[in-house]
């Protein structure tokens, strides 16, 4: 047993248990259905804006660009205008790629000694971490953005379109959609590496397995009502739009389960702040992707550093002009 | 990264974030109301009973039709213990020969959610058949 991740495997489960006995045993609907949800947009735009704006007053005191190809030089070099850019479009294809594809993941290597008498330690490529991050984020994407179907009346037919590529596959009723299923499929496998892999189940602390469990538990809660237990989903849009046109109305009928999983989404969005999940916001301020690398064409000065006295040369051949004629000493100015 | 493009892109954010907001300013909670023919009224009961039915009927279909289909077993025993023929949109005895009005009683809702069932690939509504 790791208390790294049953601490906040129990926490989820809680976080479950709480939602779900508050509003099938004590009726306390209006709690988890409008005061959570409410205090967690609040928390999590106060939060987000905040921590980007001391990010945004922190002095970047050096230009550290990381250079993965060749730096712009001599006209006949190629220089790699993406890998290592030195002008501000590069930087922006690059950060491009880096928020949509994740492009340095893509890169990850594992290091392990060979299983034979050399014992030698070789990299090799490793690329599940990238595919499995990439199934994730896309999942939760298409999951986010399928949701709007409750905050929007009536609903443009974008997002019908959208719907209709996700459910495709056209199992059962109603209908699998695919990006719920690799969503829990990707979230899933992201924590199997952290708990399996011993390296990285080393490196992995209680903040790192709580946001993973929490998107599971919204995940599987989603998927339950949608395929096993069902729900009025008629009654939760009121609710949702209640919620966005502060109107909130709680709606009968609709049970435990999703107040379960509202709150458990507010949590993480309350959450995102304050925790690693800010690598949303923080992406966009990484200073070794959104840099040129033009140190030798512009000059950049240092926000730290003070005014420094400087002793010139002329000020120095003043001070000492009799002393170096009379040593023989060549001068600039004889007088 | 320059402070302003910062703040920018903070504004941008929070509009975003804010998007279910205020997109509905003006707009209402309101629900569409489904209307029950005046058979499906005086018949009390369906197979179901109310939310049970709002939340599970797309199953219920989804079981129907294998049983037609794969077993030619037309009857449905309901826990209300009231027996009806498994039909969609064939004859009295029917989904829709009770809710005659497809457009008050299974497009309101389906629209609102936004819930396109493929049903009308193969069955075709009787009202529109007449009409």
């Known amino acids: 047993m790791n208390q790294k991740y049953m601490l906040p495997l129990a926490g989820v489960f809680l976080l479950f248990l709480l939602a779900y ?66 002008k501000a479009s ?8 880096e928020i949509f594809l994740f492009r340095s993941l893509f890169r990850n290597t594992k290091a392990a000694f060979n299983r034979d008498e050399n014992n030698r330690l070789t990299y090799s490529w490793e690329i599940f971490l990238w595919v499995g991050a990439l199934a994730f984020h896309y999942g939760f994407l298409v999951v986010l953005i399928r949701h709007l179907r409750f905050f929007m009346e ?28 690799v969503l829990l499929a990707a979230a899933l496998f992201l924590l199997a590496r952290r708990i399996f892999d011993v390296k990285v189940s080393y490196i992995s602390l209680a903040a790192d397995y709580f ?35 502060f109107h909130p109305v709680i709606p009968p009928g609709v049970g435990g389960l999703f107040y379960a999983h509202v709150l458990m989404v507010s949590v993480l969005f309350a959450y995102f702040p304050v925790s690693k999940l800010m690598h949303a916001g923080g992406i966009f301020l990484s200073p070794t992707r959104n840099m040129a690398n033009n140190t030798r064409a512009k000059r950049h000065v240092n926000p730290w550093n003070y005014a420094v006295d400087v002793h010139t040369y002329e000020q120095y051949e ?18 | ?64 039709r294998d049983s037609v ?16 023929e498994m039909s969609l949109s064939t004859g009295e005895n029917s989904c829709l020969g009770c809710h005659t009005d497809k457009e008050k009683f299974c497009d309101r809702c389906h629209n609102y959610a936004s819930v396109a069932p493929y049903c009308w690939e193969c069955h075709t509504d009787p009202k529109e058949v007449t009409q």
Not at chain 1, 37 to 63: D, E, T
Not at chain 1, 154 to 181: K, N, R
Not at chain 1, 214 to 227: E, N, P, Q, S
Not at chain 2, 69 to 82: A, C, H, I, L, P
Request: proline letters at 5%; glycine letters at 8%.
């Open chain 1, 211 to 245: 946001p993973l469990f929490l998107i599971i538990g919204i995940a599987a809660t989603g998927i339950a009502m949608r395929y096993f237990t069902k729900v009025d989903i008629t009654g939760v849009k009121e609710f949702t739009m209640g919620l966005v046109t």
């Open chain 2, 69 to 84: 289909v794969r077993d030619s077993d037309r009857m449905y025993k309901s826990t209300n213990g009231k027996e009806f």
């Open chain 1, 21 to 86: 006995a508050g509003v099938e045993g004590a009726g306390l609907q209006w709690f988890f259905g409008i005061v959570i949800p409410y205090l967690a947009v609040i928390a999590f735009i106060w939060g987000f804006v905040n921590r980007v704006m001391g990010w945004a007053s922190s002095a970047v005191p050096f230009r550290i660009p990381t250079t993965c190809g060749q730096q712009k030089s001599l006209p006949w070099i190629k220089q790699n205008c993406i890998d290592n850019p030195d």
């Open chain 1, 90 to 97: 590069g930087v922006f294809i690059r950060m491009l790629l």
């Open chain 1, 154 to 181: 009536p609903v443009p037919a974008s997002l019908a379109f959208l719907e209709y590529v996700d459910g495709i596959v056209q199992i059962g009723l109603p209908g699998i959609f695919l990006s719920g299923l």
């Open chain 1, 318 to 335: 003043d001070h000492f002009r009799d002393k170096m004629i009379e040593a023989g000493l060549p001068v600039d100015k004889e007088e």
């Open chain 2, 1 to 64: 990264m320059s402070k302003n493009a910062i703040i920018a892109g903070l504004v941008v954010f929070v509009i975003a974030a804010l998007f279910p907001f205020w997109f509905n300013i003006g707009g209402t909670n309101a629900a569409p109301e489904i209307e029950l023919s005046a058979k499906a009224k005086a018949a009390k009961k369906c197979v179901l009973d109310k939310y049970d039915m709002r939340a599970n009927h797309m199953t219920i279909l989804d079981d129907w």
